[in-house]
């Protein structure tokens, strides 16, 4: 089998919110069908697509590549901020650009976007291959003539990224495109800096181009046929096979290997569905499994007391047998934690006099849940199945849905980050499409 003679290593996808088309799944199939090896998905200022990306790339036996399009602020005031391509060589790189990431959010935004300081960038490199390419800072200097400027720009991000720090060239009709590419070739000679192709891509095929455009102008609020609009892509921007970026880039080979070449330097391991919990603090003397049964066993005898009847045909020892039947089942998955930690919040909750609901979906149906205050239903008044919340064939963690007060569930939240710590919490994002589900 002939070695591959070309790479993708800068592409958006449609987690770009503003300027990506690209549906996972189809690309995934289309980078088979061309016969690569590997992709890379570099999508502006997040991973959002990486689970995703990550999944379908190892399904279909081809290397997913991790990265993303950053803004990095301009020195003075005057200077604009430009791009660079950043790609995870490895575990280090891949937890320092979520964290290049969230510090764009968190502390850089400017005029909206997420943007990074260099110092930022200085001390968080490892584990990181950057490429600075048409839109990156070396660019405006190099079309302009500016040597001597280009110059020092490229010596100071080699050496942020020493031996990792490569000129992005590119060939989609844009203006400018050439000029850039021989002053990068010249000067990359020149500082013994290497070189690489990319095609830029933001769309699958060449006849999505006109459904990327109009993505553009709803971002921007525009019409396609505005005149004063800036055209910042061309209809090339999709994703060429091998043969076609070798055509041309036939002048410049070193330019495609080296994108081979990258995508063997990148190789990031994943470990999903295996839940990592905050431990909830116990008694000394005590396991989290035997506090779990402890305050179960409480918990229902409470309940058991204040009933003023049982569900029908029922005793209190079947209540035990379904308590200790299901307690055996959390136990033996590992997720008698979990329990704790949502009791604790809702507890919490309701002693500080902030409305939750009784409980709604499946996990309605679990009598630890019930014994424990998450919920407020007896599962077996209303013949409700534990099974269907949480069973031995379920590969994916089980997760109550829980409503609170919208005027006080950021106290609840802020509480949770308090208790367990603010690195061990999160907000998941949701997507919305204008799509048929």
Known sequence: MSSPAFVHLHLHSEYSLVDGTINVKPLVEQVDTLGMPAVAITDAANLYALVKFYRAAQSQGIKAICGSDVQVLGEGADQPSTTLTLLVQNTIG?????????????????????????????????????????????????????????????????????????????????SGEEPFVHGAVALAAKRDCPVVATNDVRFLTEADYEAHEARVCISEGRTLDDPRRERRYSAEQYLRSADEMCALFEDIPEALVNSVEIAKRCTLELELDVPKLPDYPVPEGL?????????????????????????????????????????????????????????????????????????????????????????????????????????????????????????????????????????????IITFGTMAAK
């Not at 943007?115 to 660019?139: D, N, Q, V, Y």
């Not at 040597?147 to 060939?171: C, H, I, K, M, S």
Request: proline share 4%; hydrophobic share 35%.
């Open 287 to 427: 396991s989290t499994d035997q506090y779990f049964r402890q305050l179960s066993h409480e918990g229902l005898e409470h309940r058991l007391s204040t009933m003023t009847s049982l569900a029908p045909d029922t005793t209190r020892q079947d209540y035990i047998d379904r308590l200790d039947w299901e307690l055996d089942t959390i136990t033996e998955m590992g997720f008698a934690g979990y329990f704790l930690i949502v009791m604790d919040f809702i507890r919490w909750a309701k002693e500080n006099q902030i409305p939750v609901g009784p409980g709604r979906g499946s996990g309605a149906g679990s009598l630890v849940a019930y014994a424990l205050d998450i919920t407020g239903l007896d599962p077996l008044q209303y013949d409700l199945l534990f099974e269907r919340f949480l069973n031995p064939e379920r590969v994916s963690m089980p997760d109550f849905d829980i409503d609170f007060c919208m005027e006080n569930r950021d106290r609840v939240i802020a509480y949770v980050a308090e208790r367990y710590g603010r690195d061990a919490v999160s907000q």
């Open 94 to 174: 891949y937890r320092n650009l979520t964290r290049l990431l969230s510090k764009g959010f968190l502390e850089g935004q400017v005029q909206g976007r997420p943007t990074l300081r260099r110092e930022w960038i200085e001390t968080l490199s490892e584990g990181l291959i950057a490429l600075s390419g048409f839109r990156g800072e070396l660019a405006p200097a190099l079309i302009a003539g500016r040597n001597d400027q280009a110059d020092a720009t490229l010596r100071y991000w080699q050496g942020v990224f020493p031996n990792r720090f490569y000129l992005e060239l590119t060939r989609t009709g844009r």
